[in-house]
């Protein structure tokens, strides 16, 4: 017999099962708030209109467990310095020639 058993036997189901209930309840809105996901909102709704109902409980938690949209990693490539006027190849700062063919940079004239 658990804590809501004994809850209940001692008369009712009591505060303390009504807290652990609601508690229950809300668990998938507690999971996406506290994993900040952007669809805690959602979340919430669907938990609180629909978590009555197993499916829509499910759902929800389904719903805050789900991976955050990956964050896009912008890798900044360096801007392209005026290159080898025969192959095209970029080249480094302070680089005169061309490592490819050896011809000088195309603004070094
Ligand atoms: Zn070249």
Do not use: E
């Amino acid at each position: 017999m658990g804590v809501l058993g004994a809850a209940a036997a001692a008369g009712g189901i009591g505060l303390i099962g009504v807290i652990i209930i609601i508690a229950l309840y809300f668990i998938p809105t507690i999971v996406a708030t506290s994993r900040k996901v952007t669809n805690a909102g959602s979340v919430f709704v669907i938990n609180f209109l629909l978590g009555w109902t197993l499916v829509g409980w499910a759902v929800a938690l389904a719903m805050a467990v789900k991976s955050k949209t990956p964050q896009v990693v912008v890798v900044q490539s360096p801007i392209p310095l005026p290159g080898c006027v025969k192959s095209g190849t970029g080249l480094l700062p302070g680089q005169q020639f061309c490592s490819n063919c050896g011809a000088p940079r195309s603004s070094a004239n």
